[in-house]
């Protein structure tokens, strides 16, 4: 039924063998999250530990000190930039890369020294790596094949995985009649059906279009709750790892900057590189202005009002000291200013509402949300890093929208149905919302 003969050394790496912060850091020290639930562990299914990996090429550290535990039947995302490790550390796990020193157990039993093909892992990568001359089954059943199993067994496995990939109709065709989504899919029935204790995605959607990369996102995540795989996912992108993950793990120079749940990573990041990398964050100068520690406690002052602090980057921070407040877009309140620069509709004698004064330069619809940035004259240290930052306006150089002088810049992520009168050039009152905040070194 199309499956034609290939050797095993053409193999194309197919088979390798109270205010939340309590909580949010209980969570992420215990390395779990307040997510969705894990997913039921395969009978059989293990565990990973990566013990202090060192990996060098050359002078460069690809790895310096790595260690990481995965629990039986979770799914872990390691992202980062390019260069942090974070394939390395796949790569490592798979068997293709030797560490300079430290441990890799599955199950508890010492693999370092396994080679790949006696790792009993399935992997997939980002390109599809399928056999030409293979149909969607024949690629599907090769693995099964090199194990010794029996054609009819081999075939009416291969059928079944390919009936839970949704791709039953396609047993027949051949790479080149197939789409990308559909190639991909094939690659994970074949890295499923030789039942590996683990499952290694090194970066599997980077190839293909937005649509068919969203759905297929989900559609892994489904098969891995369903069978319960161990598995580890590499990805460069935020989004597909936020998502995908029961944790994620941020990579940095060759070391985790943080691992916890996707929604503590965003909302409770450790360090400002976490809260820089996974999404936009604004960066606004703030003044300590209450006595805390190092792992927060404190208030700051920050354009006119005073939050509680979550974290301070290093712990010699002292009172009245300059610093970085970080904020998310979503954090960032936006009020139309009337004509005699009071928020709209409020009351004569009120008292002043907390904030600082801005014009909104760009507006950037993007579906239930419109992002708006916004010119804070005066403000010059205020900043937008992050995912998305490059799209910024040159609002605050000098002689830019803000005229004389030199302005800063925050973005908002404010409710579509709500951003009426909020266009460009409208005066607004900047504020916060009333949360902890990160507070780092400016």
């Known amino acids: 039924m199309g499956e034609t003969t290939a050797t095993a050394d053409q193999a ?11 909580g949010a850091r209980a969570a992420d020290e215990a390395g779990g999250g307040t997510g969705g639930a894990l997913a039921v562990p395969a009978a059989g299914a293990v565990g990973i530990e990566l013990r202090e990996l060192h990996r060098a090429y050359g002078r460069v550290a690809a790895l310096d000190g790595l260690s990481l535990t995965i629990a039986p039947g979770e799914l872990v995302a390691l992202l980062g930039p390019s260069g942090c490790g ?5 790569r490592a796990l798979a068997g293709f890369e030797r560490p300079d020193s430290g441990q890799i157990l599955v199950g508890g039993i010492d693999i370092t020294g396994v080679p790949a093909n006696k790792r009993d892992m399935g992997m997939v990568f980002q390109a599809y790596s399928l056999f030409p001359n293979l149909t ?10 090199l194990r010794g199993l029996a054609a ?3 075939r009416a496995r291969a059928a079944e995985l390919l009936e839970l990939v949704g791709l039953a109709d396609r047993a027949g065709q051949y790479p080149h009649q197939l789409s990308g989504g559909q190639q991909q899919r094939v690659a994970l029935a074949r890295a499923l059906a030789i039942e590996p204790r683990v499952l290694l995605l090194d970066e599997p959607l980077s190839a293909l279009d937005a649509q068919v990369r969203a759905a297929l996102r989900d559609e892994i995540r489904s098969l891995q709750t369903r069978l319960g795989i161990t598995t580890l996912f590499v990805t460069h992108d935020q989004e597909e790892a936020l998502s995908l993950a029961d944790r994620v793990g941020v990579m940095r120079a060759g070391r985790l900057e943080q691992i916890a749940a996707p929604e503590v990573v965003y909302a409770w990041p450790r360090t400002a590189f976490v809260a820089e990398f996974v999404g936009t964050v604004n960066r606004l100068p703030g003044r300590l202005d209450a006595a805390g520690t190092g792992s927060g406690g404190g208030t700051v002052e920050v354009i006119g009002q005073r939050l509680p602090v979550l974290e301070v980057g290093s712990s010699d921070r ?16 936006l009020a139309a200013l009337d004509p005699a620069g009071g928020p709209e509709g409020q009351r004569d004698g009120a008292a002043a509402a907390p904030g600082v004064p801005g014009r909104v330069v760009q507006r950037s619809f993007r579906g239930a949300v419109t992002r708006v940035q916004v010119e804070l004259p005066g403000i010059e240290r205020a900043g937008v890093a992050g995912t998305g930052s490059a799209e910024l306006t040159a609002a605050a150089a000098p002689g830019g929208p803000g ?17 009426g009168d909020l266009a460009v050039g409208a005066q607004v009152l900047v504020s916060l919302a009333d949360r902890p905040v990160l507070v780092t070194a400016p």
């Open 152 to 154: 009819r067994r081999r």
């Open 136 to 145: 969607a089954l024949g690629n599907v059943a090769f693995g099964l094949r």
């Open 86 to 90: 974070k394939t390395t550390a796949l």
């Open 12 to 22: 194309p790496g197919a088979v390798a063998g109270d205010d939340g912060r309590a």
């Open 403 to 419: 005229g004389a002088g030199r302005s800063g810049l925050v973005v908002a992520d404010v409710a579509t149905a709500q951003v």
């Open 318 to 333: 002292s009172l009245g000291q300059d610093v970085a407040v970080l904020v998310r877009p979503e954090a960032v309140l």
